[in-house]
């Protein structure tokens, strides 16, 4: 007997939306408006949105371990990312780590690179670097004692990850305004031992105002970057032509908000840190030479299934709307704008690259370079009202990841899942 | 321009008719107010005179005539780009014939049905191979499908459009999608003619026609799937959930110059109660390549240690990260994938994820920062049965939500620890920890209420 899995468009109660927020003709207040500028001006600070992450996840061995000693003037890539940094935004690095370990130079050296390529709008990029040396005692063993990670365990951080001309006047909105990338590289030299290292997004920290609540979260005393901030209207002969206490510019700030701020997703890169050695340049990599999809991670699955592992998906960003005065799932599922990018190569023909969300619900990259780059790809990805929300199996959202290739063996070292959306300007 | 009375819910406008009220849009299960076509037939065939066919919500026509094929002559209806079109039928695998069909004369669209389940996008009379796909699972017998043609414009500018093609087998729940890019598509919106299930001529859909639906908006695949094919249960989750409301753009005129000053206020302060979070992610979102197996030793002796205030667990320094936060959230919510090793593990495992403010018992752990905060942790666990067969996971720990305990530099760690029989052996594949907002605290305003 055939089943059909659904039969009603709708159900028949549908709801609307409040009117009630819409009940105008009183008085103006300055006070609520100005509890709706304030509320506005603090969205996009909120964020502290992670870009990458390395560090011992789950491994059982260090690279640098008894008789393993890597040379302490090579680079070895531990993994890379690619994203759109929030506007506003810059980077910075907090890092545990331990005592290091025997390098097969003298002195030994434990040390970490961070190359970031800033991209602005107009694809010019501008390359930093940025290091730190995490070194702690006497090279050599890690202490052996019951729980001596945790006793001998080291946090430090690198601030101010963002390109060197940001506070030269006029370029800090090449930087903040329009949609500027991160390439992020983690290079490890010599014998590091890092538990965990995040790399993170932070406000710029730029507060003109007297009355700012918190300068940490207040992004918006920089010239240009008022279409995702909202300013006070003192006079009524303003460039937009808006006199009326800023309404117009209210709307804009909204709309642009809505279609430039959403989560990172995913960040993962290869490596880990029990399966290198100390003469490995390059994170490890994953291949496939199958025609058909195969699991990124677990070869054996070949579809989608919730109730396999995965990534999560949890976020609160929604495409309900999409320039429509109604609501598209009425607060039952939710879907976002991705963009997925996959760092890696084929030898021959195409390899393609799934991110999948649901039965219905993946985007594909389609890679055809023969040598390790970026690729990236857009789409929608099904994510659920709330990171609580699961399937109608009571499975979690989860992401799963895919490949194959035409010909030829399908590498892959890294890939990333943004929230994406072309920004249309004010 | 309008005044503010026109652009009350129900009746706002968008685009080209932004003048026109349609206050019957969206009156009727199907319709949306992007809807502006909408032809239900109850399952006739496409061939015959259908006695309630269409069931126009869109308020631009009242008097559709309906006849074999069911072309019209108007700019009523014409599809436009970005949009979407979507149509339920039972189609068997000899079935063929034309599902859309919008021609001006100069520019025109199709979408053509073929034996064995194929549909093709035409464009300008060109057959678009890209966007081809097949309906998965179709037999002899006729089968409830749902096809979908759906538009948004290129993201990445290097062409004007970009199509997703997707179509469903209700009867077998399978799926396909095509997606490619391609050039404009805009049949001329006068002098058009709309063939719904036809072309006018002598291709018409052979199969049974159920419902079509032409709207003016891109439809995200989750979006075609909540309407037509399996609607998802609304959800009641522990904390927050976020459902935004529209907030029109200044295109929409609704903040200018002789419209009331209030309105637009109000509905931005709607729009960020529900905007707030939409930076945040997940925590931790780790999806292990390489799992290793783990015994009642558990970690290296050097790297476990025993949980402070629960000290039968054995935390793992190999599950240890340290996140910020979202500034705006104030719980987590975790989950765990484990499997057991086939064969061999037997006894339990208490699994635990903890969040905490400071590494225990290390009081100088900052370089470059204030002196940490006592040490506070929150904690979930959960204790599985191993077995002696494969048996593997999501921990989801009752779905518990726990308190977020700050580190007073914006954010907190994270571990996993656990409590092993003698005989157990597992591994772990993922680890999530997702940001939620308690529903106990007021938003992001934290008491600051936005003034009604």
């Given at each position: 007997m055939a089943v059909y899995y659904e039969e009603k468009i709708f159900p028949a109660d549908v709801p609307k939306p409040p009117i009630g927020p819409l009940t105008g003709l009183a008085p103006m207040r300055r006070a609520r408006y100005m509890s709706v500028i304030r509320a506005q001006d603090k969205i996009p600070g909120l964020g502290r949105r992670t870009h990458f992450r390395r560090g011992l996840r789950g491994a059982d061995e260090w690279l640098a371990h008894s008789g393993d000693?890597?040379?302490?003037?090579?680079?070895?890539?531990?993994?890379?990312?690619?994203?759109?940094?929030?506007?506003?935004?810059?980077?910075?690095?907090?890092?545990?780590?331990?005592?290091?370990?025997?390098?097969?130079?003298?002195?030994?050296?434990?040390?970490?690179?961070?190359?970031?390529?800033?991209?602005?709008?107009?694809?010019?990029?501008?390359?930093?670097?940025?290091?730190?040396?995490?070194?702690?005692?006497v090279a050599g063993d890690e202490p052996t004692g019951n729980g001596d990670l945790w006793t001998a365990l080291e946090r430090d951080h690198l601030v101010?990850?963002?390109?060197?001309?940001?506070?030269?006047?006029?370029?800090?909105?090449?930087?903040?305004?329009?949609?500027?990338e991160a390439w992020l590289e983690w290079e490890d030299l010599g014998a590091p031992r890092i538990v965990d290292a995040v790399v993170y997004e932070v406000p710029y920290r730029a507060a003109f105002?007297?009355?700012?609540?918190?300068?940490?979260?207040?992004?918006?005393?920089?010239?240009?970057?008022n279409i995702l901030t909202p300013l006070t209207r003192l006079s009524e002969t303003t460039p937009d032509g808006d006199p009326r206490g800023g309404s117009l510019h209210m709307l804009d700030v909204h709309h642009a908000q809505t279609q430039r701020l959403g989560p990172i997703l995913v960040y993962w890169t290869n490596y880990t840190e029990h399966n290198t050695t100390g003469g490995d340049t390059e994170d490890d990599d994953t291949s496939t030479t199958s025609s058909t999809f195969v699991g990124l991670i677990?070869?054996?699955?070949?579809?989608?299934?919730?109730?396999?592992?995965?990534?999560?998906?949890?976020?609160?960003?929604?495409?309900?709307?999409?320039?429509s005065d109604r609501l598209i799932m009425e607060g039952r599922n939710g879907a976002i704008p991705v963009r997925v990018r996959v760092y890696g190569n084929v030898t021959s023909g195409m390899g393609t690259f799934r991110f999948q969300t649901a039965a219905h619900s993946y985007v594909d990259v389609e890679v055809t370079a023969t040598s390790d780059q970026w690729t990236d790809a857009y789409g929608w990805l099904e994510v659920g009202v709330s990171p609580e929300d699961q399937d109608e199996d009571g499975n979690p959202k989860v992401g799963q990841a895919f490949f194959k290739t035409s010909a030829g063996t399908f590498t892959l070292r890294d890939f990333q899942v943004e929230y994406d959306r072309t920004w249309d300007g004010p | 321009m309008a005044l503010w009375g026109e652009h009350e819910w129900g009746t706002f406008k968008w685009g080209d008719d932004a003048d026109t009220p349609t206050d019957q849009q969206g009156a009727e299960p199907g319709a949306k107010q992007d809807t502006y076509y909408?032809?239900?037939?109850?399952?006739?065939?496409?061939?015959?005179?259908?006695?309630?066919?269409?069931?126009?919500?869109?308020?631009?026509?009242?008097?559709?005539?309906?006849?074999?094929?069911?072309?019209?002559?108007?700019?009523?209806?014409?599809?436009?780009?970005?949009?979407?079109?979507?149509?339920?039928?039972?189609?068997?695998?000899?079935?063929?014939?034309?599902?859309?069909?919008?021609?001006?004369?100069?520019?025109?669209?199709?979408?053509?049905?073929?034996?064995?389940?194929?549909?093709?996008?035409?464009?300008?009379?060109?057959?678009?191979?890209?966007?081809?796909?097949?309906?998965?699972?179709?037999?002899?017998?006729?089968?409830?499908?749902?096809v979908a043609w759906i538009t948004e414009r290129d993201r990445d500018g290097n062409d004007d459009m970009r199509s997703y093609l997707c179509v469903w087998n209700t009867a077998t729940g399978q799926f396909d999608m095509a997606v490619w890019d391609h050039?404009?598509?805009?049949?001329?919106?006068?002098g058009a003619t709309l063939g719904i299930w036809g072309d006018g001529g002598a291709s018409i859909f052979s199969g049974t026609a159920y419902v079509a639906r032409v709207s003016r908006r891109f439809h995200s695949p989750t979006e075609v799937k909540e309407d037509w094919v399996e609607v998802s249960y609304p959800l009641?989750?522990?904390?927050?959930?976020?459902?935004?409301?529209?907030?029109?753009?200044r295109d929409s005129g609704f903040g200018d110059v002789g419209e009331f000053v209030g309105p637009p206020e109000s509905i931005v302060a709607s729009g960020i109660h529900q905007a707030d979070l939409r930076l945040a992610g997940p925590m931790v979102n780790e999806n292990y390549n390489d799992a290793p197996t783990w015994d009642s030793n558990y970690a290296p002796d050097q790297w476990d240690r025993a949980m402070p205030l629960n000290t039968t667990v054995f935390l793992m320094g190999n599950y240890l990260v340290w996140t910020p936060r979202h500034r705006g959230i104030n719980a987590w919510k975790a989950r765990v994938f484990v499997s057991a090793v086939d064969g061999v593990s037997t006894g339990t495992l208490e699994v635990v994820c903890v969040c905490f403010n400071k590494i225990p018992n290390n009081g100088v752990l900052v370089l470059n920062g204030p002196t940490p905060p006592s040490y506070d942790h929150r904690y979930v666990t959960q204790t599985l049965s191993l077995t002696t067969t494969l048996s593997e996971q999501w921990v989801d720990f009752s779905d518990a939500i726990r308190r977020l305990v700050d580190d007073g530099q914006g954010g907190c760690y994270f571990a996993l620890g656990f409590l092993a029989s003698t005989n157990a052996l597992w591994n772990v594949h993922s680890w999530h920890v997702d940001s939620i907002l308690d529903k106990t605290t007021n938003g992001i305003m934290g008491g600051e209420a936005l003034q009604p």
């Open positions: 000693t890597p040379a302490a003037a090579t680079e070895r890539t531990v993994g890379r990312s690619r994203c759109i940094v929030t506007p506003g935004h810059f980077l910075q690095c907090v890092h545990h780590f331990i005592q290091h370990g025997t390098t097969s130079d003298s002195p030994a050296q434990a040390r970490f690179e961070l190359e970031v390529r800033w991209v602005d709008a107009a694809a010019s990029a501008a390359s930093e670097s940025y290091g730190a040396s995490v070194e702690k005692g101010q990850i963002r390109p060197d001309d940001v506070d030269v006047p006029g370029t800090l909105n090449r930087w903040t305004v329009a949609p500027c105002e007297a009355d700012d609540d918190g300068s940490e979260l207040v992004i918006h005393g920089a010239s240009g970057l677990r070869g054996s699955q070949t579809a989608y299934d919730a109730t396999l592992p995965g990534w999560s998906v949890g976020c609160y960003a929604h495409d309900f709307l999409h320039n | 909408l032809g239900k037939s109850d399952g006739q065939a496409a061939a015959s005179n259908f006695t309630d066919f269409a069931t126009d919500r869109s308020g631009y026509g009242t008097s559709f005539v309906t006849t074999s094929g069911h072309p019209e002559a108007t700019a009523d209806w014409l599809p436009v780009f970005p949009g979407a079109v979507e149509f339920r039928a039972g189609i068997t695998s000899t079935d063929t014939g034309t599902l859309l069909s919008a021609d001006d004369g100069a520019n025109s669209i199709k979408l053509v049905l073929a034996t064995g389940g194929v549909i093709t996008p035409t464009i300008n009379g060109v057959a678009d191979t890209n966007g081809q796909v097949t309906i998965p699972g179709l037999t002899g017998s006729e089968q409830r499908c749902v050039s404009d598509i805009s049949p001329a919106l006068s009641n989750p522990t904390g927050e959930k976020r459902v935004e409301p529209l907030v029109p753009d």
